[in-house]
């Protein structure tokens, strides 16, 4: 049983505050804003690096997932269409 | 009515029995005979008794075909409940040690409903949800006084990191009667082929940091042992809790 121990439930919470805070930076300024960079270092020094990984696949999946729900879902588009 | 359309040649045979059936109730003939007087020809007190007799014979004959099928249904049940008691007894068994180090295994809970949950302590969010909801739930039915106490149970799938240490210190945020249990990779294996759940932990990263893969569902067992339902993520506390106030209505012990 090597490794760090588990995050506490006091350091679980201070990860998705960081991480919420960050999102909702993003949704302001949107996904590549330079105001967010300072939040998203935070969200990175209170997250364990496999959560980092795991909320920015999430993030992806939700905008996805939004993207279907207002848009629709589009084919990839084929070359030569007639 | 399948006598009727046998036609007038069954009904010398039939008629033997007529002076057999005491006809209770004359003021129904009587009844009867004033609705049939309007009709345009009289047909008779011979078509009455007949369509009493036919009547009289099917309620015979479908009375005892509910009787055996009654009785096949006692069989069938009694079947069932056999079974029932085998389940109790051999499946969903696991041998695991708690969080204080001491070794459980499933009979140790008989008689009492439990709520068990699979996932591990590195888990970012899912877990912590899920063990929150549950915990609720145990909570809300903890303030009904006429209901049993609920056992909550959280089942690691990550026996490699978290070890009596590491579950108790997560349990002991969540609930006190949470109860942590681990074990080997084979324990855990073992108790986690019998629930269905899957799991599979994920690549290791530069600080031997990962995440596992596993389904995610809060198991409901009665106090025989017997898994009795599931909730997955979309169900609410609320939910949970109606579903269980049902079941533990609806509740019959098959063991001895």
């Known amino acids: ?82 | 009515t399948m006598l009727l359309a046998l036609g007038p040649k069954a009904w010398p045979k039939l008629s033997q029995f007529k002076p057999l059936l005491r006809i209770s109730g004359g003021e129904t003939l009587h009844r009867n005979s004033r609705h049939w007087a309007g009709q345009g020809q009289r047909q008779g007190p011979g078509l009455r008794t007949r369509l009493l007799i036919t009547a009289l014979f099917g309620a015979g004959l479908g009375w005892a075909w509910l009787a055996a099928r009654a009785e096949k249904e006692q069989w069938r049940q009694q079947q069932r409940t056999e079974a029932l008691r085998q389940a109790a007894v051999g499946q969903g068994d696991f041998s695991l040690l708690d969080h204080k180090g001491q070794p459980r295994c499933k009979a140790d809970f008989r008689g009492q409903w439990v709520l068990m949950y699979f996932g591990f302590t590195h888990c970012p969010d899912i877990c912590p949800d899920e063990l929150e909801k549950l915990v609720q739930v145990v909570r809300k039915l903890e303030a009904e006084p006429d209901l049993p106490l609920v056992q909550p149970v959280f089942i690691t799938v990550d026996p490699e990191r978290d070890d009596v240490a590491a579950m108790a210190r997560y349990v002991q945020e969540f609930h006190p009667r949470l109860l942590g249990l681990t074990g080997s990779t084979e324990q855990v294996a073992h108790a986690s082929r019998n629930y269905r759940v899957y799991y599979s932990a994920g690549p290791k990263d530069e600080d031997q940091d990962y995440i596992v893969d596993h389904s995610i569902a809060i198991y409901l067992l009665n106090p025989d042992g017997l898994f009795t339902d599931y909730y997955g993520r979309s169900r609410s506390a609320e939910q949970i809790v109606e579903s269980i106030r049902r079941h533990i209505a609806a509740f019959h012990s098959v063991l001895p």
């Open chain 1, 1 to 82: 049983t090597g490794g760090m121990a588990a995050p506490t439930m006091e350091e679980r919470k201070a990860c998705w505050g960081a991480r919420d805070e960050f999102w909702q930076c993003l949704d302001s300024h949107g996904d590549d804003a330079a105001e967010c960079k300072k939040l998203r270092r935070a969200f990175e020094s209170r997250c364990p690096q496999q959560w980092v990984k795991h909320f920015d696949k999430r993030r992806d999946f939700l905008k996805y997932k939004k993207k279907l729900e207002t848009e629709g879902y589009h084919a990839p588009e084929t070359a030569g269409k007639s």
